[in-house]
């Protein structure tokens, strides 16, 4: 079609089976913005539950995302199977930290997903980050991934499917 606004395929993709192609929209709108400072305007006064809270050891206790964004939440707990960094932070939270999701049984108005940090052994691809969250949590996501301080993935994940 002319003037159709249809994408050119890249290399990559020609070699593969379109089958095994997934095309994901990622918005650079927060690429440049830290996550600390995304967050913490964004989930501001809001009870909200951290997925993944443990930065350790590759931020150490400070900044931990968990410390520097418990001053601005009403309510913060967070959940994570690795559980390092729950015995340095925990002095400087209010919040529960859980190591497992099964534990908790507070009421959240946000809940976030932290997954590939700096320090784990596994960068998710766009399409890799909605699955898991799709697939094994009751979770309905945005259909919008972002970009976020150069090095993250981010979504919005609403309460239930």
């Known amino acids: 079609m002319i003037g159709s606004a249809i994408p050119m395929l890249s290399v990559l993709e020609t070699g593969h089976d ?6 994901v929209k990622v918005d650079s709108q927060f690429a440049a913005m830290s ?22 050891p590759a931020t150490g206790v400070n900044p931990n995302l968990q410390v520097v964004l418990d001053a ?4 913060l707990d967070g959940v994570d199977r690795h559980d390092e960094a729950a015995a340095a932070i925990r002095p400087l939270v209010k919040g529960q930290l859980f190591t497992s999701i099964e534990q908790v049984c507070g009421s959240y108005d946000e809940t976030f997903f932290e997954v590939g940090h700096p ?10 980050f909605k699955n898991l969250v799709t697939k094994y949590t009751d979770r309905s996501i945005t259909d919008t991934v972002w970009f976020l301080n150069g090095i993250s993935l981010m979504l919005f994940a609403d309460k239930e499917k």
């Open 35 to 56: 996550r600390q400072l995304l967050l913490t305007q964004f989930l501001a006064g809001k009870r909200v539950l951290d997925i993944g809270h443990d930065d350790w």
């Open 18 to 23: 379109p089958y095994f192609v997934q095309r």
């Open 119 to 128: 320090n784990h052994n596994c960068w998710c691809t766009p399409d890799t």
């Open 72 to 75: 601005v939440r009403a309510q």
